[in-house]
């Protein structure tokens, strides 16, 4: 027997085990990727790679640098409808780099949890483009076959979602999106009052290019970082970005400095950017074999949407279909996605996104977050907006770890800012919500709430958004989340006794 077809069967047994859930239910069928034409590809970023997935149902995968899994006439039109596009001696890589059978497994336990089709990421591939050729024309021409379910430019870096000419900061205290709903934040709890309030027992991801791990409020070891330290590569050399995100959701607990909502939560940090290229998708699936059910991952990362190929018009990372995949699977699995909504003032129900913000349509599970002003809920103007951004944190005026210009004695370790801003600064807040919420919720005995059960608490029991411009939702309420939980009584009794204490 064929070795390759032994493997594929045992690979795609945990597949049938899933799809014959619940005594035979059948799976809600997966939306496919949409096929661009070959003008919206050349519209497209440059890029020196091709993305291809396979149609659902095919065994393709890459064995010794060779693809296996097509017939010969499937395999004979591949290869010249490649080299028809400019490339003779394709060089195709996996999109992911984590073995087959845990995409496999995750795949079958998404399905099984969520009664939906999860993709087969094992599907994915990326076929570099030689000099001369163009992207977008071998996409297309991958695009004509039948056996493939789309192709597409890879995607390039995009500016991490900070709104880069800010406008003069309000500065309006330490951390004033930590105080309650009265003075316009979250409500952060203590955990001496709240056990679990820090995130204890939490584990924590977050996605983007780099970090100043050795912050003095961080001390975060070079060995979380996904998937080695030697991989990871900033396009942009910038930092301080990630050690200011870091510090609004796990900055340390300490007498100096700031204090992030989950300073107990055990952080890992996944690098988009790798000597190999831009892979989002892949930073996605390996910060997500770290994670369990209930805990969180952060994606610190835009990209341009709804029509758009450049300038700043960004709008959520999941516009890339294998990134989409990815966090279907993630959120499958019960796995909370917070995701920034972008800052390029884009209208996601607008006819131009072609549904793909429609939740109808196409839902990925995760937690669009939008920029708010501080303390007044209201949409700041440079905020990717609709009915798909589910609530908002602040997106201005946020002190945190790194920049600088609030607290700049020489070391890098010791930067601090009170200006960090966009859906940056807005996600993390609500990453840290989470994971105080997640917390709060174990020490009470209770089991961490899965992806949707925890994005529709923190919008029915958030702080309503004011003004126009958009939807962006509520602002999370830490306490008034949890009341509306099974914890609800081990919630109020923590609070009377912390009361009777005092």
């Given amino acids: 027997m064929n070795p390759v077809i032994v493997r594929a069967g045992l690979a795609g047994l945990a597949?049938?085990?899933?799809?014959?859930?619940?005594?035979?239910?059948?799976?809600?069928?997966?939306?496919?990727?949409?096929?661009?034409?070959?003008?919206?590809?050349?519209?497209?970023?440059?890029?020196?790679?091709?993305?291809?997935?396979?149609?659902?149902?095919?065994?393709?995968?890459?064995?010794?640098?060779?693809?296996?899994?097509?017939?010969?006439?499937?395999g004979k039109a591949?290869?010249?409808?490649?080299?028809?596009?400019?490339?003779?001696?394709?060089?195709?890589?996996?999109l992911h780099s984590r073995p087959e059978e845990a995409l496999d497994r995750e795949r079958a336990e998404a399905e099984a949890e969520s009664g939906e089709q999860a993709a087969d990421r094992n599907l994915y591939f990326q076929v570099d483009v030689p000099a001369g050729a163009s992207a977008a024309i071998v996409a297309d021409a991958l695009n004509k076959l039948s056996f493939v379910e789309y192709a597409s430019p890879a995607p390039?870096?995009?500016?991490?979602?900070?709104?880069?000419?800010?406008?003069?900061?309000?500065?309006?205290?330490?951390?004033?999106?930590?105080?309650?709903?009265?003075?316009?934040?979250?409500?952060?709890?203590?955990?001496?009052?709240?056990?679990?309030a820090d995130g204890k027992g939490m584990r924590f991801a977050d996605v983007e290019y780099s970090w100043r791990l050795d912050h003095e409020d961080l001390e975060i070891?070079?060995?979380?970082?996904?998937?080695?330290?030697?991989?990871v590569v900033d396009p942009f050399n910038n930092r301080n970005h990630g050690t200011a995100v870091l510090g609004e959701a796990v900055g340390k607990s300490n007498k100096y400095g700031v204090t992030g909502?989950?300073?107990?939560?055990?952080?890992?940090?996944?690098?988009?950017?790798?000597?190999?290229?831009?892979?989002?998708?892949?930073?996605?699936?390996?910060?997500?074999?770290?994670?369990?059910s209930g805990?969180?991952?952060?994606?610190?990362?835009?990209y341009w949407t709804c029509g758009f190929t450049g300038g700043d018009k960004y709008g959520p990372l999941e516009t890339l279909q294998d990134v989409f995949d990815e966090i279907k699977i993630a959120t499958g699995r019960g796995i909370v996605v917070v995701e920034a909504a972008g800052n390029g003032e884009l209208d996601l129900d607008a006819p131009a996104c072609n549904g793909q913000f429609n939740r109808n349509v196409r839902d990925s599970g995760a937690i669009i977050v939008g920029a708010g002003s501080s303390g007044g809920r209201v949409k700041l103007w440079f905020s990717s907006f609709g009915s798909r951004v589910d609530v908002q944190g602040w997106g201005e005026n946020v002190t945190t770890t790194g920049y600088g210009n609030l607290f700049n004695p020489g070391d890098e370790r010791q930067w601090y800012t009170a200006q960090f801003n966009g859906t940056s600064s807005a996600s993390p807040i609500v990453a840290g919500s989470v994971?105080?919420?997640?917390?709060?919720?174990?020490?009470?005995?209770?089991?961490?709430?899965?992806?949707?059960?925890?994005?529709?608490?923190?919008?029915?029991?958030?702080?309503?958004?004011?003004?126009?411009?958009g939807k962006i939702g509520p602002l999370p309420q830490i306490?008034?989340?949890?009341?509306?939980?099974?914890?609800?009584q081990c919630v109020l009794d923590a609070g009377r006794l912390s009361t009777a204490a005092n």
């Fill in 435 to 469: 994971l105080q919420i997640q917390g709060v919720l174990k020490a009470c005995g209770e089991k961490p709430l899965k992806a949707k059960a925890m994005r529709k608490l923190l919008v029915d029991t958030g702080a309503k958004q004011l003004g126009g411009g």
């Fill in 156 to 196: 390039r870096p995009a500016p991490s979602p900070v709104d880069i000419s800010p406008k003069t900061p309000n500065f309006k205290g330490d951390q004033g999106y930590l105080k309650g709903r009265g003075q316009g934040g979250v409500g952060a709890l203590s955990p001496d009052k709240y056990p679990g």
């Fill in 479 to 488: 306490l008034d989340a949890l009341k509306a939980t099974k914890a609800r």
């Fill in 78 to 94: 591949l290869d010249s409808a490649l080299a028809s596009a400019g490339v003779d001696a394709p060089r195709f890589r996996r």
């Fill in 221 to 231: 070891p070079n060995n979380r970082i996904l998937p080695s330290p030697g991989e």
């Fill in 295 to 302: 805990d969180v991952m952060l994606l610190e990362q835009q």
């Fill in 15 to 74: 597949l049938v085990l899933a799809q014959s859930f619940a005594f035979g239910q059948t799976l809600v069928p997966r939306a496919p990727a949409e096929k661009k034409s070959l003008e919206a590809l050349s519209a497209l970023p440059a890029s020196d790679r091709v993305t291809v997935k396979f149609r659902e149902g095919l065994k393709v995968r890459l064995r010794s640098g060779v693809l296996t899994g097509l017939d010969g006439r499937d």
């Fill in 261 to 292: 909502l989950a300073p107990a939560a055990f952080t890992y940090v996944s690098g988009a950017n790798r000597v190999t290229g831009y892979s989002p998708a892949d930073a996605i699936s390996v910060a997500a074999s770290k994670l369990r």
